[in-house]
T-cell receptor
Framework: GAGVSQSPSNKVTEKGKDVELRCDPI?????LYWYRQRLGQGLEFLIY????????KSGLPSDRFSAERTGESVSTLTIQRTQQEDSAVYLC???????????FGDGTRLSIL | GENVGLHLPTLSVQEGDNSIINCAYS??????FIWYKQESGKGPQFIID?????DKRQGQRVTVLLNKTVKHLSLQIAATQPGDSAVYFC?????????????FGQGTILTVHP
């Protein structure tokens, strides 16, 4: 597709369950980012992938959060043993380089019961 | 730590007026800035960007101004339309080893009245 695609668009799960969120970046974009947005707030950086370099994981809030990326395509963000404070919109973005604009998907709205 | 913030959380304007949304940043090493528009239920949409070696950049109906002396960024929207109603975020990318990650402000709600 022409834009960043994320799935699912909505996810409701029980506390303690694991969830996996998917991001398909824009074709050809070498950089991929995950952010978290709590209700009424700005975006918090989580993790960044650039080509074959080691990812920048400095924004991951705990070891329950992890992310993988296959080459320069799909990425998955996994949250283990979900907690209620994990409820948020998880946004993925991609760009063609470090000083190029990041283009966002519409996010996955995660609700932990 | 670094912080990007906004002076005004809400802005209401009449259709046809010009809008100015302001943003203050604290990281003097930031080398790249972006303005995003976010509508309800959608991801942020790129509006315009500017690199730190510039002080002004114009797009279609939008202008971004960067004042590095006072670490201030603004977004000007000409002839504001009801479709411009949304939350606007400024974002900065730190220089050096900050890679591409962006630090976002809290957002300004722009409401355009017809």
């Amino acid at each position: 597709g022409a834009g960043v695609s994320q799935s699912p668009s909505n996810k409701v799960t029980e506390k303690g369950k694991d969830v996996e969120l998917r991001c398909d970046p824009i074709s050809g974009h070498t950089a991929l980012y995950w952010y978290r947005q709590r209700l009424g707030q700005g975006l918090e950086f989580l993790i960044y992938f650039q080509g074959n370099s080691a990812p920048d994981k400095s924004g991951l809030p705990s070891d329950r959060f992890s992310a993988e990326r296959t080459g320069e395509s799909v990425s998955t963000l996994t949250i283990q043993r979900t907690q209620q404070e994990d409820s948020a919109v998880y946004l993925c973005a991609s760009s063609s380089g470090q000083l190029m604009a990041q283009h966002f998907g519409d996010g996955t709205r995660l609700s932990i019961l | 730590g670094e912080n990007v913030g906004l002076h005004l959380p809400t802005l209401s304007v009449q259709e046809g007026d010009n809008s100015i949304i302001n943003c203050a940043y604290s990281n003097s090493a930031s080398d790249y800035f972006i303005w995003y528009k976010q509508e309800s239920g959608k991801g942020p949409q790129f509006i315009i960007d500017i690199r730190s070696n510039m002080d002004k950049r114009q797009g279609q109906r939008v202008t971004v101004l960067l004042n590095k002396t006072v670490k201030h960024l603004s977004l000007q929207i000409a002839a504001t339309q009801p479709g411009d109603s949304a939350v606007y975020f400024c974002a900065e990318k730190g220089g050096g080893t900050s890679y591409g990650k962006l630090t976002f402000g809290q957002g300004t709600i722009l409401t355009v009245h017809p």
